[in-house]
Structures are given as structure tokens and as C-alpha cells.
């Protein structure tokens, strides 16, 4: 049997440790980014930019999405999107070494929400690991705002005027007096030129003062007549 010399045992052993070294190293590796959901795709490392992840788009604010979970938890559940909204890619970091990424449409995962179930890659014990953080890329387009229609024109209708109304003054109930105008003295008109005529038959009054006159006319003749005869 031949012997190997000493040079070629060191050689031989340097190259086991090597290759030993090499696959812990990659199973180290694996076993850091190994992850039960079929649909991520898990990779070693850290990463803090969507241009990293090279899937497009910037990154979306929080704000633009309703969700569950998260930080600090174990697992991440996306049941809304903001308006205009679209995302291509959800990173969610976590565990000793490694985050997962999510790519709507891909690997199983959904166009559109909800995305539920959404988690870091496991430990290296092979633990569950709690999600140190999570942010997804996309776009975000602006919504041309409708214009308002247009509001029917107010007309004014005039109010009644709270002023009272000016009093006029009442008619007096005293009539004013008019002085009739003086009946015209002589002439033919009337009654022949004498009195005015009132509407009382006076006619008698004259026959009476006639009769008067002719009385007290006689009485004076009789009177002479006897001092004559005296």
C-alpha cells in the first residue's frame, strides 16, 4: 500500500475544510432565507430601496393601502388599495437574515387585494420569524377630478318691506262749512220780491194784517164820528 506524503495529506485536508466551509456557508444561507409560502420569493440579505427589488415603481406610503398587522407581528394582511393604486412588489423583511418578496400576479399571489398571510422568512432555527418591517413599491396616479356641475343661478325674490305704511290722514267729521249764497233781493223771482221762499205758506199773515189795518181803520173813523156829533 502506498503511503501519500505529508504534502499531499495537507492539501487533500485543505480542500475538505474549504468545501466543508462552502456548504455550511450555503446551508447557513438557505436555512436563513427558507420560507413556507410558495408564493414569495425569499432571498438573503437586507434591502431598503424599490430599485433594488427591480420589480418597478417607488415606493407607496402606507396611507395607500388598508391592512392588518405588520411590524412587530408575524404576519401582514392587505385588504384595500387607495385610489389609483397599483402595486408591483411587496418586500417584507424579517427574521436573522433575509426578507421576502411578494409580487402581485406572480408565484400564486393575486392581481388585486386582498393579500392576506403575508410573512418574513423563517429563523435560522427554523422559527417563525416577527416581521421587522415591510413596504411595497408601485405607482400612484392622479385622478383627474370631475368637473363640479355648475349650481342653478340664485334669483332674489324681494321681501316685503317691514316699514308700516304711512297713515293718511281721516277725513274730519265735521263737515266744513259752506255759506250758501244770499238769495237776490227784487226781481221777479221767488215770491214776486218779497221774503225768501222757505216752503211756508204765509199768505194768511197777509189777509190777517189786512183785516188788522182795516179794523183798527174803522175804529178811528167811528171814533171821529162821534166827536162830530158831540
Known sequence: MQIMSGRRVRSAVTVVALATAALLGTAGSALACHSDDDRAKPIPGNISKCEQVKAGGKALSDSDFK????????????????EGVKVTAIVVLGGDDG??????????????????????????????????????????????????????????????????????????????????????????????????????????????????????AGVLVLLRARRKTN
Do not use: H, M
Open 99 to 216: 426578507y421576502n418578496v411578494y409580487e402581485p400576479g406572480k408565484r400564486k399571489l393575486a392581481d388585486t387585494p386582498p393579500w392576506t398571510e403575508l410573512r418574513a422568512p423563517f429563523n435560522r432555527d427554523g422559527s417563525k420569524a416577527n416581521i421587522d418591517k415591510w413596504y411595497a413599491c408601485g405607482e400612484k396616479t392622479k385622478l383627474t377630478e370631475q368637473p363640479k356641475p355648475s349650481e342653478p343661478t340664485k334669483t332674489s325674490t324681494a321681501k316685503p318691506s317691514t316699514t308700516a305704511p304711512t297713515t293718511t290722514e281721516k277725513p274730519s267729521a265735521t263737515p266744513t262749512s259752506t255759506s250758501a249764497p244770499a238769495p237776490a233781493v227784487g226781481g221777479n223771482g221767488g215770491n214776486g220780491g218779497g221774503l225768501a221762499d222757505t216752503g211756508f205758506d204765509n199768505a194768511w199773515l197777509l189777509w190777517a194784517g189786512g183785516l188788522l189795518v182795516l179794523a183798527g
Open 67 to 82: 391592512f392588518t398587522g405588520g411590524a412587530g407581528e408575524k404576519r401582514l394582511n392587505i385588504t384595500g388599495l387607495g
